[in-house]
């Protein structure tokens, strides 16, 4: 939210102006001004900078989720990011807000209370004339929506939100849900106007329109795990996090490998002129007994022992023992290495 001079202060100005005092003086004055900021004693902050530190790095990797997101979802060029984290009051935040504009109310599972997602208008239109087909162009002209647009923008917020509960599943498993929308700020009321809130304003350009995407917070909501929102909180988790999900993606990559499968009925030894000899329906005497177990290869390693038959019409083998295959010991100088890297 920009810092604005207070009444005071631009009254203390005009009247310098009005007495003839130097041009210099009052610039510097009000430079002096603009560096002022109100501090409520009666209304304290309720965020430390560690947690809105925390908060702030959370949404970064929203913001960069909805980059990627949105860009496929619209089908056009979408740049998202952090414009800034505020705790002001609820009124302030209402104040802020155009009329009319587009609100979503979230409902925030598990805690009671519902937070709020305001969207620009200009960037709705330019969205939703993307996703009806259009190139994406906004007139100026903003309006009510219509009951189709309503339809279409609320599919892109519970997009939205499917995205914010991985960037907060960080710090705590919760679920958004949609709940209603609304135009006018000022029919939308989720605490008192005094109460404070955490306000999110993320700078979004779609193509060539730009405009504000707002989360407010009201600090109730998120009061119960206020002791989880720490940078060194949120490092930990997504250090936690990224681990399992290569451990997730690379059991699934390995289980996807496809590996040459052969079953060896025996062996033996022929000539070359042996094996020119041969015609169709010539016996090979092999090595192994008639009812011994034949090995499985996988790859170049045979894995299992089986019995062979047939099933269906069709040949088969019955695994009767999986080999276990001790793994290789790490060489010397590759375990030094590690060590020394550590």
Known sequence: MPDVLSQEAIDALLNNISSGADINEIASKAEEYAKLKVYDFKRPDKFSKDQLRAIQMIHESFARQMTTVLSTLIRSLVNAEIASVEQLAYEEFVNYMVQPTVIGMIEMHPFEGSMLIEINPALVFTIIDRMLGGRGTFSGNI????????????????????????????????????????????????????????????????????????????????????????????????????????????????????????????????????????????????????????????????????????????????????????????????????????
């Open 143 to 342: 309006r009510e929506l219509t009951d189709i647009e309503k339809t279409v923008i609320e599919r892109v917020i519970m997009r939205i939100l499917e995205l914010l509960e991985d960037s907060w599943s960080t710090v705590v498993d919760v679920r958004f849900r949609f709940e209603s929308m609304e135009s006018n700020p000022f029919f939308v009321q989720i605490c008192s106007p005094s109460d404070m809130v955490l306000v999110v304003i993320m700078k979004l350009k779609v193509a060539d329109v730009e405009g504000m995407v707002s989360l407010c917070f009201p600090y109730f909501l998120i009061e119960p795990i206020m002791d989880r929102l720490s940078s060194q909180q949120w490092y930990a988790s997504t250090s936690h996090k990224a681990d399992d999900e290569m451990k997730i993606w690379l059991n699934n990559s390995v289980r996807q490998i496809r590996m040459p499968m052969a079953m060896e009925l025996g062996h033996t030894v022929l000539s070359l002129s042996d094996v020119y000899a041969l015609q169709a329906g010539d016996v090979i005497r092999l090595d192994e007994l008639k009812d011994s177990d034949i090995d499985v290869r996988v790859g170049n390693q045979i894995r299992f022992k089986a019995k062979p038959g047939t099933m269906r019409g069709h040949m088969a083998v019955e695994l009767t023992q999986v080999l276990t295959q001790e793994m290789p010991e790490i060489p010397a100088e590759i375990s030094n290495n590690k060590s020394e890297s550590k």
